[in-house]
């Protein structure tokens, strides 16, 4: 019995041990400027203050050629009013602890080449010890070594994390600007294909190859091709990441060509075609101005792929390209029905809320499949970030920004998703002629879904599945205005009560039948009924005319 009373102790105690990040602010001697580092550390062994003005700015002993686990390796005269910096391992972070305070130092820094985790202990060796401990990654110490001379200074401290960053606001104009714009654009662009086909026009069976109708056994291999990629990425990350950045890049090329394409072929000038030719797609003999928006596309997205990386500025660049995506996804993709966005969005919200909540239990890390696919790993060996987001800088300064994640995210998903709803409920709107009420309360509902997301994201610290509050706001919001207006049916089965619409006036039968009881009408009505029953509605089959044609030449023998 022993040894299950003691692991079942140690998985308490386990439980109990709860990291803290914090800053390590160094400089030079005799030099205010400095730079800060990220840490990891326990308060339970001391805490550190709160603001960098009351830290002590203590001397470095760096030490890292030692990993400081006996008394021989401590130099001679200790560590008086220092902080030693030591490398991690062949001992416990108390043996460390312990050694580095009996020698008189202030404080310990461990570098850790290792994922950083809470220097941990137990009750008694807390209240044994009473100067702070912090985990600093290995490449901080490289960069601290370059930079600062040998007689550095540190002083280590934690401010409070904000419970809000103000880059949320520029996330969510972001966000809702996309979607209130993707939809509008794809319902007005639905109708004035519409509109065009009406016209009998050629260019509208164009339009038509560039609109996809997603069916429910599109629905399920999307889901299913969704979660094998997410667990895909999670186990071969780096290698597969290059290759979304790849598809990425191709994708948001094509999506600003057709988001700037609209108000290129504006212009007055560059309308002359290329010259007849044998090359492959200029044989078409495109426009100017379209082969120049097409080099400015690629180019912006070659630009982008190359300086990634730059965290000062790259983030406008994905997030213009990104925004760019989602307009060219909302405008293609379209859910035909009510029926199919209910399952659309059903679905994913499972999907969402189990690799946001219920994988942290199946991974032996502990962590969120989605939260680690998109923020990156943090022992990625290529540290490549997923472009698939939208993402702004921290505004406030606090440890959370600098050391797990400098980013606010927002997936694409988040915002396409419901963004083909309001899609839908616009292109609805104009079909009804419901002065866009659905398209409207849709999208304040989206609004109003992504500030209960941030609340969460706040009260929780922790990464929220988007889809659990977006979907329940924007399906029940449709489905409230549906029921009011009495269009549940309508709004349920989408186009397909469109047709019945059309033809609902058109009854050649009933038209023909008294012109046969009374012959003194002539023809004159007949024809010009006949004539407003092809126009009204294009669709009518030729078969019902010829019977009409009879009646008349039965009139006329008569």
């Known amino acids: 019995m022993r040894v299950p009373e003691t692991l079942f102790w140690a998985a308490f105690l386990i439980q109990k041990v709860v990291g803290e990040f914090g800053m390590a602010h160094f400089s030079d001697k005799g030099k205010s400027k400095g730079k800060d580092y990220c840490i990891f550390f326990n308060s339970q062994w001391a805490r550190l203050p709160q603001d960098l003005n009351k830290a002590s700015r203590l001397q470095i002993h760096d030490l890292t050629s030692s990993v400081l686990c006996s008394p021989s390796d401590v130099p001679e005269g200790g560590f008086p009013n220092r902080i030693p910096m030591v490398m991690r391992g062949n001992c416990t972070f108390y043996e460390k602890v312990r050694l580095a305070q009996i020698n008189g130092a202030k404080g310990l820094l461990i570098v850790s080449k290792d994922r950083l985790t809470p220097p941990a202990g137990n009750k008694t060796q807390y209240e044994e010890i009473d100067i702070p401990v912090a985990l600093l990654s290995y490449s901080d110490m490289l960069d601290i070594s370059k930079t600062f001379g040998k007689g550095r200074l540190v ?26 714009v993707g939809g509008y654009w794809a319902g007005s662009r639905d109708s004035k294909k519409r509109y065009m086909k009406h016209k009998r026009d050629d260019g509208a069976e164009k339009q038509d190859e560039e609109t996809v109708d ?27 990441a290059i290759w979304v950045i790849a598809i990425f890049c191709v994708a948001s090329s094509v999506g600003l060509h057709s988001c700037l394409w609209p108000f290129v072929r504006r212009l007055p000038f560059c309308k002359c075609r290329v010259p007849e030719n044998n090359l492959p797609y200029l044989h078409k003999r495109p426009q100017i101005r379209m082969l120049l928006l097409s080099a400015f596309c690629i180019s912006v997205s070659v ?21 760019a995506f989602c307009l060219y996804m909302l405008k293609t993709v379209r859910l035909p029905t009510f029926k199919a966005c209910t399952l659309l969005l059903s679905v994913l919200f499972v999907y969402d809320v189990f690799f946001v909540f219920i994988t942290p239990f199946l991974t032996n890390s502990g962590e969120s499949i989605m939260v680690e696919v998109a923020a990156g790993p943090s022992d990625s060996a290529t540290h490549e970030k997923l472009p698939m987001v939208l993402k702004v800088p921290r505004l406030n300064s606090s440890p959370l920004a600098l050391c797990d994640r400098p980013f606010s995210l927002l997936g694409f998903g988040d915002i396409l998703v419901p963004g083909l709803l309001v899609a839908y409920c616009h292109r609805f709107d104009i079909l009804t002629q419901s002065s866009r009420i659905y398209f409207v309360a849709c999208t304040i509902a989206y609004g109003i879904g992504l500030l209960i997301t941030f609340v969460a994201l706040a009260v929780m610290q922790m990464g929220q599945p988007a889809l659990l509050y977006l979907v329940p706001c924007t399906l029940l919001t449709s489905l409230a205005v549906a029921l009011w207006r009495r269009e549940l049916r309508q709004f349920w089965t989408g186009s397909g009560f469109v047709p019945a619409i059309a033809l609902t006036p058109i009854n050649c039968t009933q038209t023909a039948a008294p012109q046969i009881e009374e012959p003194s009408t002539k023809l004159e009505p007949q024809t010009s009924e006949a004539t407003n029953q ?19 030449e039965e009139n006329k023998s008569d």
């Not at 996330?171 to 979607?179: D, P």
């Not at 089959?541 to 009879?550: G, I, L, S, V, W």
């Open 214 to 240: 997603v069916t429910p056994i599109m629905i399920c291999v999307f889901v299913v091709m969704c979660c094998s990629m997410l667990v895909l990425l999670y186990f071969f990350y780096d290698r597969l």
């Open 303 to 323: 630009t982008w792929m190359v300086y990634r990386n730059e965290d000062q500025w790259a983030w406008v660049l994905q997030d213009a390209l990104g925004i």
């Open 155 to 180: 002083a280590m401290y934690a401010p409070n994390e904000p419970v809000v960053d103000y880059n949320m606001v520029i996330i969510f104009l972001m966000a809702v600007g996309t979607v209130a």
């Open 534 to 552: 092809s126009e009204d509605s294009p669709r009518q089959p030729p078969q019902e005319t010829p019977p009409a044609e009879k009646d008349g």
